[in-house]
Antibody
């Protein structure tokens, strides 16, 4: 069965970086993009962007374009989200999901807390 | 960017009743590229509907989606206790993809 398993809780200081991983199984990794979505505490969902494992094409949300990098490692079937220059308003649960358009399978989420 | 506005913000109904949730877009959504998700506390969202009216794998037929252009609806017939959750619409017709702010369906 399709599974996306994310890395664990992160606590970071403002101005530092975080890298969240998303390891997939149960399907051919190269055949579907991986998207990233975040949810601040008590808030709604925010689309961050997607990456294609087949050709590394990306589409990032403009508000994060200068601070975000999405990558993949096809050998380990893992996608990564790196967010730099962290601020307190980056505190959120970060989700990876399969597909670039509508998201049919989701990871369990990774809580990233940014606090001094 | 396309802004999605969901209404109502919250909806109180009883098991067995029918729920109708609305999602209005600030501009036409290309090719009805609109999805609906259900989210329960502490869980990741679950895809219910894509392409405005197509049920995702394993979704019961009491869930149905409709609409086109700028107005979309999610209907849930014969509410079950497990249906009480927050529902989000999402458009993927044009980047940046955007979500509505959510409708909380309460018992």
């Amino acid at each position: 069965q399709v599974q996306l398993v994310q890395s664990g809780v992160e606590v970071k200081k403002p101005g530092t970086s975080v890298k969240v991983s998303c390891k997939v199984s149960g399907y051919t990794f190269a055949n579907y993009a991986i998207s990233w979505v975040r949810q601040a505490p008590g808030q709604g969902l925010e689309w961050l962007g997607w990456i294609s494992p087949k050709n590394d094409n990306t589409d990032y949300a403009q508000k994060l374009q200068d601070r975000v990098t999405m990558t993949t490692d096809t050998s380990s079937q893992t996608a990564f989200l790196e967010l730099r220059s962290l601020r307190s308003d980056d505190t959120a649960v970060y989700y990876c999901a399969r597909r670039a358009d509508h998201f049919d399978y989701w990871g369990q989420g990774t809580l990233v807390t940014v606090s001094s | 960017e396309i802004v999605l506005t969901q209404s109502p913000g919250s909806l109180s109904l009883s098991p067995g009743e029918r729920a109708t949730l609305s999602c209005r877009a600030s501009q036409s959504v290309t090719s009805s590229f609109l999805a609906w998700y259900q989210q329960k506390p502490g869980q990741a969202p679950r895809l219910l509907i894509y392409g405005a009216s197509n049920r995702a794998t394993g979704i019961p037929d009491r869930f149905s989606g409709g609409g086109s252009g700028t107005d979309f609806t999610l209907s849930i017939n014969r509410l079950e206790p497990e249906d009480f959750a927050v529902y989000y619409c999402q458009q993927y017709g044009g980047s940046p993809y955007t979500f509505g702010q959510g409708t909380k369906l309460e018992i």
